[in-house]
């Protein structure tokens, strides 16, 4: 499986690259923490497992740009990055140690829960 530390992640995020940060975390931890970017698209892990793949933005289910998958700590990430590898994503990466390591190592002010 492909993944992505949060210094990488951070290092995308200054750039114009082209790119999806797929939060799969619930409504009340956005609310906590999160990281503000025109990439970023959120589907809850608890909307995938009971949509599928139709619950994916239309940005991601084109398959045209790499999709950063970010949560928590980087667990339902991962899940949700091989998931995705199962539906034919060849360009899908799992953020390692989520929000919780990009807050922690990255920006503070993005806080913790």
Not at 51 to 59: H, K, R, T, V
């Amino acid at each position: 499986m492909n993944e992505i530390t949060v210094t990488e992640l951070a290092e995308k995020l200054k750039s114009d690259e082209k790119f999806i940060l797929l939060d799969v975390r619930e409504a009340w931890e956005l609310e906590t923490a999160k990281i503000e970017d025109s990439r970023l698209e959120v589907t809850p892990m608890s909307r995938l497992a009971n949509e599928g793949p139709s619950a994916l933005p239309e940005s991601v289910q084109k398959k045209e740009n790499p999709v950063y998958v970010l949560c928590h700590h980087g667990n339902r990430s991962k899940q949700v990055t091989m998931w995705l590898a199962q539906q034919g994503y060849e360009n899908v990466f799992n953020v390692s140690g989520g929000i919780d390591a990009f807050a922690n190592q990255v920006d503070s002010s993005i806080g913790v829960y």
